[in-house]
């Protein structure tokens, strides 16, 4: 009987405890909250050798309110193509601050509320 007693206030303390829900607005960092990722396909192709890579990535992305610019985590890479929804964007549109290791690309239309896909290649 106290070893039944035992679970359920070890239960009801630990649901008083939970963690509140994921809220990615309230996630540190230094990217925009109105551009939230929900899925990537990354390839990667090295050579090591050279200790470089090549490769790609598309990200599926959620926009929450109309934005022209987009803004990623970049560390020593080099953007060689790249497009949205399958249209391709200038290299002029794409810039890295390698002091604060991120990538802008700024569209030359606005991207709508939504679902859009970012394809790069590096």
């Not at 359920?8 to 630990?14: C, D, F, G, I, R």
């Not at 990722?37 to 990200?59: H, M, N, Q």
């Not at 309110?65 to 929804?85: C, G, K, P, Y």
Request: hydrophobic share 45%.
């Amino acid at each position: 009987m106290g070893f039944s007693f035992l679970h359920y206030l070890l239960a009801t303390v630990t649901a008083l405890h939970a963690e509140k829900p994921f809220d990615f607005a309230s996630t540190p960092g230094k990217l925009p909250k109105h551009v939230r990722p929900s899925e990537y396909a990354i390839w990667f192709k090295p050579d090591l050798g050279k200790l470089t890579f090549a490769g790609r990535e598309t990200v599926k992305l959620n926009v929450e309110q109309a934005t022209r610019e987009l803004v990623l985590n970049a560390l020593d890479l080099t953007i060689t193509d790249a497009n949205i929804d399958d249209k391709a964007l200038a290299r002029t549109a794409i810039k890295l601050d390698a002091k604060n290791e991120l990538l802008t690309i700024t569209m030359p239309d606005e991207l709508t509320p939504g679902e859009h896909t970012l394809a790069l290649k590096f």
